[in-house]
């Protein structure tokens, strides 16, 4: 089972950006699409971002114009640039391996890791 380890989170201020970084044990991203979720206190996890194998991008609503998932499949690590923080954008954010269901939806498919914190707050 391929484990993903997610990194770079931390305190920044409203209006401030990070970048996350998911690191696959092995190489996984030319059969997989990828995807970064978040949890906020209180809330279900959601996907804010999506790439395909193909390169494809789809990000929430929430986060478009502000998001940008990538990928260096060289180093197995799949990244989330996020720009224009916000308060609500506080949470603990996760990657996953992603599987297209005929309805259009993702579906996590792998086993979620610890997740690193995202916190926006002045």
């Known amino acids: 089972q391929v484990q993903l380890v997610e990194s770079g989170g931390g305190l920044v201020q409203p209006g401030g950006s990070l970048r996350l970084s998911c690191a696959a044990s092995r190489s996984i991203f030319s059969i997989n699409n990828m995807g970064w979720y978040r949890q906020a206190p209180g809330k279900e996890r959601e996907l804010v971002a999506a790439i395909t194998v193909g390169g494809s991008t789809n990000y929430a609503d929430s986060v478009k114009g502000r998001f940008t998932i990538s990928r260096d499949s060289a180093k197995n690590t799949v990244f989330l640039q996020m720009n224009s923080l916000k308060p609500e954008d506080t949470a603990v954010y996760y990657c996953?391996?992603?599987?297209?269901?005929?309805?259009?939806?993702?579906?996590?498919?792998?086993?979620w890791g610890q997740g690193t914190q995202v916190t926006v707050s002045s």
């Open positions: 996953n391996t992603l599987l297209l269901m005929y309805d259009g939806s993702w579906r996590p498919i792998g086993n």
